[in-house]
């Protein structure tokens, strides 16, 4: 699935303000993006199984060298 963000191109996510993280079922997370899209403060929700958040923790941890 594409997400479009708006009109210029290349469409490179907004930088994130903040975030959060909820856990809506035993084996499901939800990552809470705050950003600001075309001028206006949006939540973007993205939610995932507990092997896919595990699988997008590790990517960030080998990504910053951690």
Same mark, same amino acid.
């Given at each position: ?5 708006? &009109? !210029? &191109?290349?469409?490179i ?5 903040? !975030?959060d993280?909820e856990l +809506?079922?035993q084996?499901q997370? @939800?990552l809470?993006?705050?950003t600001?899209i @075309?001028? +206006? =403060?949006v ?6 199984d !507990?092997?896919k958040?595990? !699988? ?6 080998? =990504?910053?060298?951690?």
């Open positions: 699935m594409v997400l479009k963000i708006d &009109e !210029t &191109e290349p469409n996510f907004p930088a994130i303000l903040s !975030t993280v +809506k079922a084996q997370l @939800e809470v993006l705050i600001l @075309e001028g +206006k =403060a939540r973007v929700r993205v939610r995932l !507990t092997k958040a595990q !699988t997008l923790a590790d990517q960030l941890n080998g =990504a910053l060298g951690s």
